[in-house]
């Protein structure tokens, strides 16, 4: 797939790099050039530097020949003028915006706008964690719902890094729940386990 990606900041460049490394044709845009810094040294696609509601920068940056458009900026107002450009100037039909302001989501999934609200994401996974440990927890972004669920690991899974376990196609790991209930963010980073730790796992539901 062509996928361009709006904003580079830590996000933004570890799904660049992720999608660039999967085979896909990637192009990011950033304000700030030096936010290219955070790409990795093995990114094979395209960086552009400007103002992504810009509709020249847009198509510098390949928007044209895209199939789908993914805004993580920072800026919950940037993300969503970006999708609504895509869809309605460039017609692409894959489009989704992280928003970090909750009560902005369902209102913006009206309009056709895929989005991921992290704030709702982490509630879920923490309320799963810390409530309701084995019994699983959804929250809806978009037309889509993902569903949590706190496993305990076995005694031969402590010492082993979460990168050596295996997930289902539709399942990823979201973080780490420790003993004293604090939590480790699972970014793709090498993570020990260690006895009484706790696995969220999150799972496309539909």
Do not use: W
């Not at 799963?128 to 569903?147: D, L, M, N, R, Y």
């Not at 973080?175 to 090498?190: C, E, N, P």
């Amino acid at each position: 797939m062509n996928i361009l990606i709006i904003g580079c900041g830590k996000v933004g460049s570890r799904l660049a790099f992720t999608l660039s490394q999967e085979g896909h044709d990637v192009s990011i845009i950033d304000q700030n050039e030096e936010n290219f810094l955070l790409l990795d040294s093995d990114y094979s696609g395209l960086t552009t530097c400007g103002i992504p509601i810009d509709q020249d920068v847009l198509k510098r940056a390949g928007i044209e020949n895209c199939d789908a458009v993914m805004a993580v900026s920072q800026n919950d107002n940037i993300n969503i003028m970006v999708c609504q450009l895509a869809k309605e100037v460039f017609h692409i039909d894959k489009v989704i915006a992280r928003i970090y302001d909750p009560s902005r989501e369902d209102v913006f999934s009206h309009f056709g706008l895929h989005t991921v609200c992290p704030t709702n994401l982490t509630v879920s996974a923490i309320k799963t964690a810390a409530i309701e440990p084995h019994k699983p927890h959804s929250v809806q972004f978009g037309s889509h719902h993902i569903s949590f669920l706190t496993v305990d690991i076995p005694k031969n899974f402590h010492g082993v890094d979460v990168l050596d376990l295996d997930f289902g196609d539709q399942e990823s790991l979201f973080a780490v729940l420790k003993q004293d209930l604090s939590m480790i963010f699972f970014k793709g980073q090498h993570i020990i386990l260690e006895p009484k730790d706790k696995l969220i796992v999150a799972n496309l539901v539909d």
